[in-house]
């Protein structure tokens, strides 16, 4: 399985302002996920990052709100633009391997916005 | 029980009991299914993985069992130890959906010494 760090692993932050978080993977992967995860709830998918071009957001999340890149095969940062309370939650990075199916998760940043 | 707003369903054993925990999937389309444990603080561990074309599967002390007649998944825990204690989900994929997992509402594993 792929080792996935995320950075940062928790923040509390300000209304109106922005965080990027970053996710590096320790090998090539074929494919990467940003996922939210609510207070108490499952994990719902944000986005597809993309190696070089614009990440696939799911229905309900756009990317003014947001943007994401993913410059090569190992590292893909998610940005909370413009953030409120709203917005606290526990934010994944995931990942599929090279070989297989199987979807591997980052320990997740814990965003509180206050 | 099912789950409403915040509160999950919950699953309360004794050490060394069995456990069975129970998802309802709700994509006939699903053709790939997996199980996920996260403790308080980490991000989802991969347990087990399931495709459609079998019924069931088995790892170390655990088992999945799928019946897509009931679109209906399970994962049983053997000998339940107390660091079993967590939340497990269950999650469905289409092979042919670029890989877009959909999550299940999590069960509340609390495993008693």
């Known amino acids: 399985s792929a080792v996935i760090s995320q950075k940062p692993s928790r923040d509390i932050c300000q209304r109106g302002t922005s965080l990027t978080i970053q996710c590096q993977v320790d090998s090539q992967v074929t494919m990467m996920f940003w996922y939210r995860q609510q207070p108490g709830q499952s994990l719902t998918l944000i986005a597809t990052a993309n190696q070089g071009s614009e990440a696939t957001y799911e229905s309900g999340f756009v990317i003014d709100k947001f943007p994401i890149s993913r410059p090569n095969l190992t590292f893909s940062t998610l940005t909370v633009s413009n953030m409120s309370p709203e917005d606290s939650s526990i934010y994944l990075c995931?990942?599929?391997?090279?070989?297989?199916?199987?979807?591997?998760f980052g320990s997740g940043t814990q965003l509180s916005v206050l | 029980g099912e789950s409403v707003g915040l509160h999950l369903p919950t699953l309360s054993v004794q050490e060394g009991d069995n456990s069975i925990i129970n998802c309802a999937y709700s994509n006939s389309a699903s053709d790939y299914f997996i199980w996920y444990k996260q403790e308080s603080g980490k991000g989802p561990q991969f347990i087990i993985d399931i495709r459609s074309n079998m019924d069931k599967r088995q790892g170390q002390r655990v088992t999945v069992l799928l019946n897509k007649t009931v679109k209906h998944l399970s994962l049983q825990i053997a000998a339940t130890q107390p660091g079993d204690s967590a939340v497990y989900f269950c999650?469905?994929?289409?092979?042919?959906?670029?890989?877009?997992?959909?999550f299940g509402k999590g069960t509340l594993l609390t495993v008693n010494p």
């Open positions: 999650a469905e994929m289409s092979l042919g959906s670029n890989y877009k997992l959909t």
């Open positions: 995931s990942v599929r391997a090279r070989k297989g199916e199987k979807l591997f």
